[in-house]
T-cell receptor, first 113, second 110 residues
Framework: DAGITQSPRYKITETGRQVTLMCHQT?????MFWYRQDLGHGLRLIYY???????DKGEVPDGYVVSRSKTENFPLTLESATRSQTSVYFC????????????FGQGTRLTVV | RKEVEQDPGPFNVPEGATVAFNCTYS??????FFWYRQDCRKEPKLLMS???SGNEDGRFTAQLNRASQYISLLIRDSKLSDSATYLC???????????FGGGTRLMVKP
């Protein structure tokens, strides 16, 4: 299916475990983003990527790792999950052209216990 | 100070009312502006871009005031289906990143 998809939609993991959230887009958009959304903070940028093999930190990168070996995939890994990383994670993509829309995946609701 | 600030609300309005939201941004180098809508437990979706001259899309009007660094969204003739959180979004050309405000919650009541 065309679009941007995230998996899993829901995940419960234990403190200290590594967990990877997947994001896949079919439009060949150059830019991809990972946000987390928490009550009282809104959407905060974790990492973004301008193209394959190019990634950069956002506002809250600590504890997260990303990679982008292929244009269509942008996985986010929590190396050692902490309870403070309990959140809803959104992946997004857009072209590099100014004023173009960013499209969001449906989100992954992650709970760290 | 947050880069993009919004009144979190909620704004409780009756059907048919006109409601306005404001958003302020701190980075004067910001170049592109948007309003997104987010329904409960769903992903944000673009409502409209905001252009310097102001723009209208049906019942929705967006305006930009660069001198005062604020963006507004006006919704006329509110519908029950307008109930959602409205996110103000700013893009700085330097990094092509979108910065989101915390959102304003709107509840339209019968």
């Amino acid at each position: 299916d065309a679009g941007i998809t995230q998996s899993p939609r829901y995940k419960i993991t234990e403190t200290g475990r590594q967990v990877t959230l997947m994001c896949h887009q079919t439009w060949s958009h150059s830019y991809m983003f990972w946000y987390r959304q928490d009550l009282g903070h809104g959407l905060r940028l974790i990492y973004y990527s301008a193209a394959a093999d190019i990634t950069d930190k956002g506002e809250v990168p600590d504890g997260y790792v990303v990679s982008r070996s292929k244009t269509e995939n942008f996985p986010l890994t929590l190396e050692s999950a902490t309870r403070s990383q309990t959140s809803v994670y959104f992946c997004a993509s857009r072209t590099g052209t100014a004023n173009t829309e960013a499209f969001f995946g449906q989100g992954t609701r992650l709970t760290v216990v | 100070r947050k880069e993009v600030e919004q009144d979190p609300g909620p704004f409780n309005v009756p059907e048919g009312a006109t409601v306005a939201f404001n958003c302020t941004y701190s980075n004067s180098a910001s170049q592109s502006f948007f309003w997104y809508r987010q329904d409960c437990r769903k992903e944000p979706k673009l409502l409209m871009s905001v252009y310097s001259s102001g723009n209208e899309d049906g019942r929705f009007t967006a305006q930009l005031n660069r001198a005062s660094q604020y963006i507004s969204l006006l919704i006329r003739d509110s519908k029950l289906s307008d109930s959602a959180t409205y996110l103000c979004v700013v893009k700085n050309n330097a990094g092509n990143m979108l910065t989101f405000g915390g959102g304003t919650r709107l509840m339209v009541k019968p």
